[in-house]
């Protein structure tokens, strides 16, 4: 991927096409198949929420949004993820570099054994930030909420903040690089509702140059903060070895919560699922 | 659905809601028999020292701290110094460490990152793990017979291009500082290759995937996140190896040379404390005895500074990082 490419795909957002187009997606584990074809197209500069129930398969979807399933042994993918007009799954593809464009914030905090500044410089600096880095960090920790709570210690490590405080700091990180694309598992399953209302307004202020994908378990975050929703669901299938997640809708926010197409969205939006 | 039973039915099921003094007791116990067993391993330590300190009184009055700084050993006129011995056992140690920290190291992270199939990677380390059930006095064999002979030519070319520092400027014949220093390694590095797998493998997963989700390469995310984190259980292994490598006797003694005359250079033959102290110890009686004893104090106290020193750059790295 090419510099000039990067400068069309920039213009393209502007445009609020299409960022990413999953094909016929289906993801396994071994010989599990955890989610099966799945097609969508997610908007460029929105945010879209995955909802549904636990299992269902979707950080599996997302963590092949920029190929971090790769770390998984014996996880593989067939269909395409079309990103930038190529397939994010293509051989000539250097998931390095599909990670630099597209961050993540994990379901889990996982600040790295660094001091905090180090936690936001690291990514920086590998991702060839040339700016002020003392500007950077307090931008990216202010914008995470978590600026009050570090800026006396920056110098300590990111191990010693508490769970909901390391993973503002972890949104700060990926925040920190820039992304075109940022992907958020849950990223406030452990935070405090003040908090929770924080990040939440670092989406709709980074939704203004970025896209954003956000799973999260709570109905009225996503009404809050997503311009269109997925829901996935799983149910067992005949001879399979386990219940396989597909995507049942995925529409407008507003269509989803107020007039699902399917039952089982009215079912699992309204409370009364299962 | 299993018939519902009454909650007052249910509580009556849990039978230990309070604990029988007799479970307090056994508690209480326990506490004072793992404290015994702790503090055994201590009295150990404190009586090996004090012995050790009591019996190098003698050398101590006689020879102070010069003892340390000349390299005289003549049991006849009765003037002992520990020179050759001390800069031996730190010299090969230090350059056995050298050596077996990056291989182990690196063997280490060869084997805990996916970059041969997984079978292969558990051969390689139940073969590195064998290496350490070699006796030692078969390794000196070894080194003797086999390993000395193989390597002398290097030994010679060494000689050849670097004879002008004092390091390398005699000839190599046989026994002597190099072969002592390359068979430590072979004995320290399933040590620090084992203890530095377990600690790579302690990494949790997630670290390594925000090392990947802000962009980094596979060695990025080694050198900068996984090894990192993992810094101070490997520092503990390299430690632990180098605590083997100063106290080792048996394939040292076997292959060192037993020099008494001191000389820079690793191609001459050398001694160390440990294998000097296992030479001498049967024949020795009177104020040699007490000089063994201050070596073998020396020795202690060296391994523990070393421990010392160790925690403390532990400490530094992980507040870096
Ligand atoms: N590393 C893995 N190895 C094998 N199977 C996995 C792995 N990760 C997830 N799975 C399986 O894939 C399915 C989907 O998991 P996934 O984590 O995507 O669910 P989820 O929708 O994110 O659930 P939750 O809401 O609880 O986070 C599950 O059945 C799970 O057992
Ligand atoms: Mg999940």
């Not at chain 1, 849950?186 to 970025?210: N, V």
């Not at chain 2, 390594?208 to 995310?221: K, L, M, P, S």
Request: charged residues 15%; neutral net charge.
């Amino acid at each position: 991927m090419t510099t000039s490419l990067q400068e069309q795909m920039s213009s393209r957002t502007a445009q609020a096409g299409t960022c990413m187009s999953l094909q016929d997606v289906t993801i396994s584990y071994g010989k599990f198949e955890a989610v099966k074809n799945v097609f969508m197209d997610i908007p460029c500069g929105k945010v879209t929420a995955f909802i549904g129930p636990s299992g269902c398969g979707k950080s599996t979807v997302l963590r092949a949004l920029n190929r971090m399933n790769d770390l998984i042994p014996g996880c593989g993918l067939k269909g395409r993820v079309v990103f930038d007009g190529y397939d994010l799954y293509d051989k000539r593809i250097d998931p390095v570099e599909v990670r630099r464009r597209i961050g993540m914030v994990f379901q889990k905090p996982n600040p790295f054994p660094k001091t905090i500044y180090e936690n936001i410089a690291f990514g920086a600096r590998i991702n060839g930030y040339k700016g002020d880095m003392d500007e950077l960090v307090e931008r990216s920790l202010r914008k995470a909420a978590v600026w009050d709570e570090c800026k006396d210690k920056l110098k300590q490590s990111g191990l010693a903040l508490s769970g909901g405080q390391q993973q503002r700091l972890c949104i700060a990180r990926a925040i920190a690089t820039e992304p075109e694309v940022i992907l958020m598992d849950e990223p406030c399953s452990a935070l405090d509702p003040i908090s929770t209302l924080k990040i939440e307004e670092t989406m709709h202020e980074l939704k203004r140059s970025y896209t954003i994908i956000i799973v999260t378990h709570n109905m009225q975050q996503a009404v809050r903060v997503s311009d269109m929703t997925a829901f996935f669901n799983a149910e067992a299938v005949e001879g399979g070895t386990g219940k396989v997640g597909y995507l049942v809708e995925y529409n407008d926010t507003e269509q989803i919560f107020n007039a699902p197409g399917q039952k089982a969205t009215q079912d699992y939006v309204s409370g009364r699922f299962g | 659905m299993t018939p519902d039973i009454p909650p007052a039915l249910l509580a009556d099921q849990f039978t230990l809601r309070r604990r029988p003094p007799s479970e307090k007791l056994v508690d209480l116990g326990f506490r004072q028999l793992t404290l015994c067993l702790a503090s055994v391993v201590a009295l150990l330590l404190l009586g090996i020292f004090f012995t050790v300190l009591h019996g190098s009184e003698e050398a101590f009055h006689n020879f102070g701290l010069r003892f340390l700084t000349t390299s005289s050993w003549d049991p006849v006129n009765e003037q002992y110094g520990a020179l050759v011995a001390i800069y031996g056992t730190l010299v090969s140690s230090l350059l056995a460490l050298v050596i077996a920290v990056p291989l182990g190291l690196g063997t280490a992270i060869f084997i805990t990152e996916d970059l041969i199939p997984l079978s292969l990677r558990e051969a390689i380390g139940l073969m590195v793990e064998l290496l350490a059930a070699i006796p030692s006095v078969v390794l000196g064999l070894w080194a003797i017979f086999v390993m000395e002979p193989a390597i002398r030519p290097v030994l010679d070319l060494l000689n050849q291009l670097l004879g002008w520092t004092p390091f390398f400027n005699t000839v190599p014949q046989g026994p002597g500082m190099a072969p002592a220093i390359l068979i430590l390694v072979v004995m320290v590095l399933p040590i620090i290759t084992a203890i530095s797998r377990d600690a790579l493998n302690q990494v949790p997963p997630e670290l390594r995937q925000g090392a990947y989700g802000v962009g980094t390469t596979r060695w990025g995310a080694i050198f900068s996140v996984i090894l990192p984190s993992a810094v101070s259980a490997i520092t503990g292994g390299v430690m632990l190896a180098l605590g083997r490598a100063m106290g080792e006797t048996m394939a040292v003694t076997m292959i060192i040379g037993n020099s008494l005359n001191f000389n820079l250079s690793l191609l001459s033959p050398g001694n160390t404390i440990a294998s000097m102290l296992a030479n001498q110890f049967g024949e020795a009686d009177g104020i040699q005895v007490s000089a063994l004893m201050y070596a073998a104090l020396i020795l202690m106290v060296l391994t523990f500074a070393v421990n010392v020193f160790a925690q403390w750059i532990v400490r530094r790295l992980s507040l870096r990082y």
